[in-house]
């Protein structure tokens, strides 16, 4: 078990950028695969970008590919999705999640995306609002 820390959420306006943070308490993220999710109000949790434990693999949905973007930190224990180009749209509650699986392609991390029972552990979220 890993404790997660979102951090970074907050006003923006739109097509403003943001980065978000997720750190880990603790530990370290080393061996473990991180992925970003969000939730509209009444809606189930999606899947938004995913990074393997090396790092050598991401994987975006295609609702935010080419706007946002998942790295892993110089510090082993923090995972950052930088989002540019912001609209209403992305206004969400943003959560990370990790799972200490061996996932090592795209096609692997990808398929995390899907659905959010691949990860056990999640930090408590953190509100992004993109508003004029």
């Known amino acids: 078990q890993v404790q997660l820390v979102e951090s970074g959420g907050g006003s923006v306006q739109p097509g403003g950028s943001m980065r978000l943070s997720c750190d880990a308490v603790?530990?370290?993220?080393?061996?473990?695969?991180v992925g970003w999710f969000r939730q509209f109000p009444g809606k189930e949790r999606e899947g938004v970008a995913a990074i393997t434990s090396s790092g050598g693999a991401t994987s975006y949905s295609g609702a935010v590919r080419g706007r946002f973007e998942i790295s892993r930190g110089g510090a082993k224990n923090t995972v950052y999705l930088q989002m540019n180009k912001l609209t209403t749209e992305y206004t969400a509650v943003y959560y990370c999640a990790a799972a200490r699986r061996p996932w090592t392609f795209g096609h692997e991390i990808a398929n995390t995306l899907a659905s959010d029972i691949w990860y056990a552990n999640w930090g408590q979220g953190t509100q992004v609002t993109v508003s004029s």
């Open positions: 603790g530990a370290t993220l080393d061996y473990y695969a």
